[in-house]
């Protein structure tokens, strides 16, 4: 199985709404990573998880909270969104550092 | 810190025909590389990576690029396009020696094949 899935594939919320978006993979990858892409642009790392540990966090607003409940599965939770976070959420992992990272199709999220 | 140049927001190239997708990179130390290809709506997809050894890497669908150190380039190449080949393309950059794990990208190439 080299596939990572996401859930949803596209979520629209209000601003005062709490939704969680949920990434799995089962390659054995020791590392998973949150990005945000907005249309046209490059990704932009969020947050990486190594071995269930959070060990980057880009000075991503509270707003945005991350979790990683086992070695297989990545939340991001969202509470109190801004309109300008729609974007395409995208979770990758990888099988060891630095190595290549599988993408996931992305949860397309939009607030309104 | 690291980056990632891609001069081109646009390639535009006839099926059948070469094409080239350019990048540079900018790291302290020595790098992995990476191209990806993502297609509308969709996720990254991994196409090819230099990480050490031979400078001409083969990756899928065709693709290969070709590592030089000294002009710090990594373009992507394949000998004939494909329509299907359309879709944005992102080099990206990691640092082996600081062991940080995560990628900085390029700001990405469209590609476009005309039939």
């Known amino acids: 199985d080299t596939e990572v899935t996401q859930t949803p594939k596209h979520l629209v919320m209000g601003m005062t709404n709490k939704k969680s978006l949920k990434c799995e993979q089962h390659?054995?990858?020791?590392?998973m990573y949150w990005y945000k892409q907005k249309a046209k642009k490059p990704p932009e790392l969020m947050f990486v998880y190594s071995y269930e540990k959070l060990s980057i966090n880009e000075s991503v607003p509270s707003r945005f909270s991350p979790e990683c409940p086992n070695s297989s599965l990545l939340n991001l939770h969202l509470h109190a969104l801004q309109p300008e976070d729609s974007a395409l959420y995208l979770c990758?992992?990888?099988?060891?550092?630095?190595?290549?990272?599988?993408f996931g199709p992305g949860t397309r999220l939009t607030v309104t | 810190a690291q980056s990632v140049a891609q001069p081109e927001d646009q390639v535009n190239v006839a099926e059948g025909n070469p094409l080239t997708v350019k990048c540079t990179y900018s790291v302290s130390g020595n790098p992995y590389l990476f191209w990806y290809v993502q297609y509308p709506n969709r996720g990254l997809q991994f196409l090819l990576k230099y990480i050490t050894g031979d400078n001409l890497v083969k990756g899928s669908y065709g693709f290969e690029a070709e590592f030089n150190k000294s002009q710090t380039s990594f373009h992507l190449k394949k000998p004939s396009a494909l329509v299907s080949d359309s879709a944005l393309y992102f080099c990206?950059?990691?640092?082996?020696?600081?062991?940080?794990?995560?990628?900085?990208f390029g700001s990405g190439t469209r590609l476009q094949v005309q039939p």
């Open positions: 990758a992992s990888s099988p060891e550092r630095d190595y290549e990272q599988y």
């Open positions: 990206a950059v990691s640092n082996m020696d600081t062991g940080r794990r995560a990628l900085t």
């Open positions: 390659m054995g990858h020791r590392a």
